[in-house]
T-cell receptor, first 111, second 114 residues
C-alpha cells in the first residue's frame, strides 16, 4: 500500500521568510496530492492540492510542486505570517480514493 | 453551506463504556470517511462509507469498533467497551459523489477514556 513520508517534523522560520515542507510517496499509481493545515483543536483544512498531470500549482503565498519521477512533492509558503503557524499534512491518493497522510510538520512562525 | 458537523466535540468515557460519535456530511455529499488521530501523529484511515454501505473498513480494528451511515441521519462510529488506548481525536470527512479524493473534514471528536 501507499506510504507517505514527510519532513521536517518541526520547522521554525522567521516571520516574512519562506517555509518548505517535503514529502515522498511510494505508490506510483497515486495521482492526487492534497495538503492540509490543522490549527489547534480543529479539523484539517484543505489548503491546496495538485494532480499528477501538473508539475506546479500556486495560490497566492502558497505553492506546491510535484516530481512524479522521483515521487516527491513539496509545499512552499512565502512571506510567512503568524497565522501560518499550524500543523501541515501532506497526503497522497490513488485509484481507490483512500487518502494516506504524512505524519505532519509543526510550523512555528517566529516574530 | 454548513460544513461537516461532528458531535459531541468532547466525550469522556470510563473504561468498559460505549462511545458513539456522530458525523453529518456536507450538504450534497454522499461519502463519509472516519479517521483517528493520536497525539503528535497524522490521521489514520479507519472506514469509508456510502449511504447504507460500508465500502472499505480496512483501517478499522476487528473488535469493538463499528460504523454505519444509514439512509436517514448521521454516520455513527461506535466503540464498545472502550479502553485507554482508544483515547484520540476522531475525524470525519465527506466528499461529493465521484470525487472521493476531495475530502472535507469536520472539527473532530476528542475521546478521553478514564
Amino acid at each position: 500500500g501507499e506510504n507517505v513520508e514527510q519532513h521536517p517534523s518541526t520547522l521554525s522560520v522567521q516571520e516574512g521568510d519562506s517555509a518548505v515542507i517535503k514529502c515522498t510517496y511510494s505508490d506510483s499509481a497515486s495521482n492526487y496530492f492534497p495538503w492540509y493545515k490543522q490549527e489547534l483543536g480543529k479539523g484539517p483544512q484543505l489548503i491546496i492540492d495538485i494532480r499528477s498531470n501538473v508539475g506546479e500549482k500556486k495560490d497566492q503565498r502558497i505553492a506546491v510542486t510535484l516530481n512524479k519521477t522521483a515521487k516527491h512533492f513539496s509545499l512552499h509558503i512565502t512571506e510567512t505570517q503568524p497565522e501560518d503557524s499550524a500543523v501541515y499534512f501532506c497526503a497522497a491518493s490513488g485509484r481507490d480514493d483512500k487518502i494516506i497522510f504524512g505524519k505532519g510538520t509543526r510550523l512555528h512562525i517566529l516574530p | 453551506n454548513a460544513g461537516v458537523m461532528q458531535n459531541p466535540r468532547h466525550l469522556v468515557r470510563r473504561r468498559g463504556q460505549e462511545a458513539r460519535l456522530r458525523c453529518s456530511p456536507m450538504k450534497g455529499h454522499s461519502h463519509v470517511y472516519w479517521y483517528r488521530q493520536l497525539p503528535e501523529e497524522g490521521l489514520k484511515f479507519m472506514v469509508y462509507l456510502q449511504k447504507e454501505n460500508i465500502i472499505d473498513e480496512s483501517g478499522m480494528p476487528k473488535e469493538r469498533f463499528s460504523a454505519e451511515f444509514p439512509k436517514e441521519g448521521p454516520s455513527i462510529l461506535r466503540i464498545q467497551q472502550v479502553v485507554r488506548g482508544d483515547s484520540a481525536a476522531y475525524f470525519c470527512a465527506s466528499s461529493p459523489q465521484g470525487k472521493g479524493y476531495e475530502q472535507y473534514f469536520g472539527p473532530g471528536t476528542r475521546l478521553t477514556v478514564t
